[in-house]
């Protein structure tokens, strides 16, 4: 069967790849650590399952739901942006429900590209950028996110040629791989930015609450301004492990947000009303308690632990601010292809490889801390121990 070109173009996915060696290995019987997928295994607030089987067993909830999505969730949503963010939105308005942030990811690029319109995207970054930019149509304009800039794009070195054809910027911080957070006068800069050359900004803001070291929970919503030129995507994934239910949001400019309604009714049908309202009872019973402390928590002593076992060997990773994730150097004379493939192969070490995140990840590979506590710390010692073996 010929395949069409704009799928023949895409690179492997790295996430398919790591799906793949996970299944050889359980196949094998053999144990491994995975730090491969971000995929939490703690599981879901009890809160979340016990409204879903309370209400799937509704049959009213049986039907399709709302197309601009279930009003108690978006209600609740809008609540759970003003007691956290001091955000007020309306949520007639400016709140879409999503199958998933990574699917309204890939919808705003439907929604907006048109063959010869330019996407800026960081490079490294979540791969879905790219791979949506490109299925959609539009052409990709990489921005560097380097170390030596605190892995924040030099707006001052994108092409006017570019900026005049930019439809989309996608920003994310905590940042996914290297754990970066943006400072409050690079989101004010980039604001002021987008509104001087009419793009959009799309905020994957998945893990909002996920910050490490004290650093605050932010919204881009909170910055003055941020309506005026973008929207802010959502995610229950990780920040309540919910990462199976396919449940998130986008909020913010509402003729975004009502462009993006159109493409959802045409390209999805609805998302099941019991899902909804278990997101929403989340965020009414649990968005409010220490599970989001304890979640940080969790994520803070994995990244101290393995920062330490790191220092001890003497291989320089770099403190992460956010996130669930270290970003890992790997040794010279490998890519990050080879080297995962053989922490894999010989250490039975599920890691990613930073290629997979643009060409700027090159030299990596990233470690999600998603498992739990005790397995973490016996896969960072073995991995340690490998280091040591390799270089």
């Not at 790849?17 to 599981?43: C, M, N, R, W």
């Not at 007020?88 to 048109?114: A, Q, R, S, V």
Request: net charge negative.
């Amino acid at each position: 069967m010929i395949k069409a070109n704009k799928i023949k173009a895409l690179p492997p996915n790295v996430f398919v790849q790591t799906e793949e060696q996970k299944l050889k290995a359980h196949t094998l019987g053999v144990k491994f650590y995975d730090f491969g997928i971000a995929d939490p295994s703690y599981p879901s607030p009890i809160t979340a399952v016990k409204t879903l089987q309370a209400d799937a067993e509704i049959p009213h909830y049986h039907h399709y739901s709302p197309l601009k999505g279930h009003p108690v969730f978006r209600k609740q949503l809008a609540i759970w942006y003003q007691e956290n963010f001091n955000v007020h939105l309306d949520p007639n308005i400016e709140i879409l429900p999503l199958l998933g942030t990574k699917e309204g990811l890939f919808d705003i690029c439907m929604t907006y590209l048109d063959k010869g319109d330019v996407v800026l995207i960081p490079n490294p970054g979540f791969p879905t950028y790219f791979q949506a930019t490109s299925i959609a149509g539009g052409e990709i304009y990489s921005m560097p996110l380097l170390k030596e800039n605190q892995y924040l794009p030099d707006l001052k070195s994108i092409p006017e040629t570019i900026l005049k054809r930019a439809k989309l910027m996608f920003l994310n911080y905590p940042h996914n791989p290297t754990g970066a957070i943006a400072p409050d006068s690079f989101i004010e800069k980039v604001i002021q930015f987008a509104k001087e050359h009419e793009f959009i900004i799309c905020y994957d803001n998945v893990f909002a609450t996920l910050t490490l070291d004290g650093n605050k929970p932010k919204s881009f919503l909170e910055y003055e301004g941020a309506k005026e030129v973008g929207v802010e995507f959502t995610s229950f994934s990780k920040m309540f492990n919910m990462q199976g239910w396919r449940i998130g949001a986008v909020a913010g400019n509402h003729e975004v947000i009502n462009s993006l309604l159109k493409m959802f009714v045409e390209a999805h049908t609805s998302i099941f009303q019991p899902i909804q309202l278990a997101a929403a009872a989340v965020l009414r019973e649990v968005a409010q308690t220490d599970f989001p402390h304890q979640l940080r928590t969790d994520y803070q002593q994995k990244v101290d632990y393995g920062l330490k076992k790191f220092e001890e060997i003497g291989w320089p990773v770099e403190r992460p601010q956010g996130a669930c994730y270290l970003w890992v150097p790997v040794p010279d004379g490998y890519s990050s292809d080879e080297f995962s493939g053989l922490l894999f192969d010989k250490y039975s070490i599920l890691t990613c490889p930073g290629i997979g995140f643009g060409e700027l990840g090159e030299g990596f590979i990233r470690l999600s801390l998603t498992l739990k506590m005790e397995d973490c710390i016996k896969g960072i010692d073995k991995l340690c121990e490998a280091f040591k073996e390799i270089i």
